[in-house]
Nanobody, 124 residues
Framework: QVQLVESGGGLVQAGGSLRLSCAASGRTFSTYAMGWFRQAPGKEREFVAAISWRSTRTYYVDSVKGRFTISRDNAKSTVYLQMNSLKPEDTAVYYC?????????????????WGQGTQVTVSS
């Protein structure tokens, strides 16, 4: 089992930045690729970004490329999502998840473990 806890969400104005963190515990964190998803009200949960277990590969949905950066620190069992130039359409609950699926893991069903989510609200 892997337990995941997200933090760092909040309310920010358009154009601002937030950094989300996801702390992992349980089984060996460093062997899993990690991903971030988000879910806006009334919408499906969508893939945002993923990072391989040694940080050698990253993958982003087109809508966040150039604005968001995923990273991880295996010594701290933590994955991050740096979000810059935020837009109102980025408003959602953000979830981190762990997977040992093939690369790139962009589908919700690829992931085995999920956190509870953290709310990000971007005001216009």
């Amino acid at each position: 089992q892997v337990q995941l806890v997200e933090s760092g969400g909040g309310l920010v104005q358009a154009g601002g930045s937030l950094r989300l963190s996801c702390a992992a515990s349980g089984r060996t964190f460093s062997t899993y690729a990690m991903g971030w998803f988000r879910q806006a009200p009334g919408k499906e949960r969508e893939f945002v970004a993923a990072i391989s277990w040694r940080s050698t590969r990253t993958y982003y949905v087109d809508s966040v490329k150039g604005r968001f950066t995923i990273s991880r620190d295996n010594a701290k069992s933590t994955v991050y999502l740096q979000m810059n130039s935020l837009k109102p359409e980025d408003t959602a609950v953000y979830y981190c998840a762990a997977t040992d699926s093939t690369w790139p893991p962009t589908v919700r069903n690829d992931y085995d473990y999920w956190g509870q989510g953290t709310q990000v609200t971007v005001s216009s």
